[in-house]
């Protein structure tokens, strides 16, 4: 799928090689992990965000904000997993060229996983022919052209005198290349492969979920008082933000959270899954060993039986003493489950959080239609709302109405 198959973690079938593969990734994607580089990291992209959503605020410009959390996914991933990040907020205008590439290899996905042979076909041309026969197709090879390029001065610095400099920041790439890994699972085409893994599914999975969340605190004004007498009796000082664990604290803030990864769903594609050894017995159907099994999180997410009235957002069904959190399967679970999902929460807790503390009473929804613009529609492996969508589009009211000053 996505124009790979056996190359990356994400595409190999084989169980063995598959933990040979993910084994790599794992410490750098720990909760430890996580926690300790968010005030470093997460934090920083997330200030650099403030700072831009300021300028759109001060000049009256209503922000697309599916591009906005864009560049802030896309910024934490590439900082993590490349010794240099793309730093897409240092522009003063959001992006939407990278998050339009993710998105054209994302809707590729089903075409080239049922035409496996339109993907060499396509790639062997010259890239102008591309650009015609398939817009598409050559926007998602030029993005992968980028991360190849990036990989081979990876593996070519390796082992020079000025390597460790070249990598002085620790890099998911970096501990790829310094892992136990056979060297044949260390080529710049391997490499890429799995850039393409954690910088897709970073860049798509966090854009969507806070592209939610901020619909629906915006769309609720319950919701929305409650987050902000939160978020203002939690952080007195907004220049002076909470780290993670700060965060986890705020039970509301947490709510809000985990009814987010139910509704965004992170995919919304049938995720194929092979006991290759044993026999499963699922109520009184017996699956003989091999067989293909799948099924879309969807299913859970939307279930009357699990969550009541599942199609409104209600943050307080996570309140109480036993919240259905064993229901929750956004990231998916056992050996196959993603291993960013940590990175992915403190993601969307501090983006939120920051936000919603400096901007929230100056927020509100612009030209954005719950039906076009947020539902799920169609399923290009990511869950989409309408072909007609223009995103979430929100304004940033100036600072003084009526003369009195929002702190």
């Given amino acids: 799928m996505f124009g790979q198959q056996d190359v990356s973690a994400f595409d ?36 650099k965000l403030c700072i831009r959503l300021a300028e ?7 922000v697309v904000m599916t591009y906005a ?8 991933i590439s900082e993590y997993s ?7 907020l240092d522009k003063p205008e959001f992006d939407s060229q990278h998050y339009k590439a993710w998105m054209a290899l994302t ?3 089903h075409i080239l996983k049922h035409f496996g042979w339109l993907y060499p076909l396509l790639s062997s041309m010259p890239m102008w022919l591309t650009k015609i026969i398939s817009p598409e197709m050559y926007l ?16 070519k ?75 203002e009796n939690s952080i007195p000082d907004p220049d002076n933000p909470p780290n993670l664990r700060q965060l986890e604290q705020m039970p509301y803030l947490v709510a809000v959270l985990h009814e987010t990864l139910r509704m965004f769903h992170g995919t919304s594609h049938r995720l194929q899954r092979i006991f290759p050894s044993r026999t499963v017995q699922y109520k009184q159907h017996v699956i003989p060993p091999g067989n293909v099994i799948s099924m879309t999180p969807m299913h859970i997410d939307e279930n009357p039986n699990i969550f009541p009235d599942p199609y409104t957002f209600d943050p307080s069904r996570w309140l109480g003493a036993n919240p259905p959190l064993k229901y929750l399967i956004t990231f998916g679970r056992g050996s196959r489950a993603c291993v960013g999902m940590e990175l992915a929460k403190a993601e969307i807790l501090t983006t939120l959080a920051n936000m919603f503390r400096r901007f929230g009473r100056k927020m509100e929804l612009w030209n954005t239609d719950r ?36 702190g």
């Fill in 140 to 155: 998602m090879l030029r993005l992968q052209d980028d991360l190849l390029q990036q990989s081979v001065a990876i593996a």
């Fill in 56 to 62: 759109h605020q001060a000049a009256g410009k209503p």
């Fill in 157 to 231: 610095r390796r082992g020079s005198p000025d390597y460790k400099e070249f990598n002085s920041r620790p890099s998911m790439m970096q501990a790829f290349m310094e892992s136990n890994l056979p060297e044949s699972e260390k080529s710049p085409e391997r490499i890429k492969a799995e850039a393409q893994t954690a910088i897709g599914g970073g860049t798509l999975t966090s854009t969507h979920a806070l592209k939610t969340a901020t619909y629906y605190i915006l769309a609720n004004p319950d919701i929305h008082t409650r987050l902000l007498e939160e978020l």
């Fill in 12 to 47: 190999t079938l084989d169980h063995d090689k598959h933990r040979q593969r993910r084994e790599p990734w794992n410490p750098y994607f720990s909760k430890q992990s996580v926690a300790r580089l968010q005030p470093l990291l997460i934090q920083t992209v997330v200030d």
């Fill in 371 to 406: 039906k076009r613009d947020i539902d799920v529609v169609y399923d290009v492996f990511n869950p989409m709302p309408s072909k007609e969508s223009n995103g979430l589009m929100v304004m940033f009211k100036p600072k003084r109405t009526e003369g009195v000053e929002d």
């Fill in 69 to 76: 959390f864009a560049c802030v996914a896309t910024d934490v």
């Fill in 82 to 88: 490349f010794p240099q990040g793309y730093n897409l």
């Fill in 107 to 109: 809707k590729m996905g």
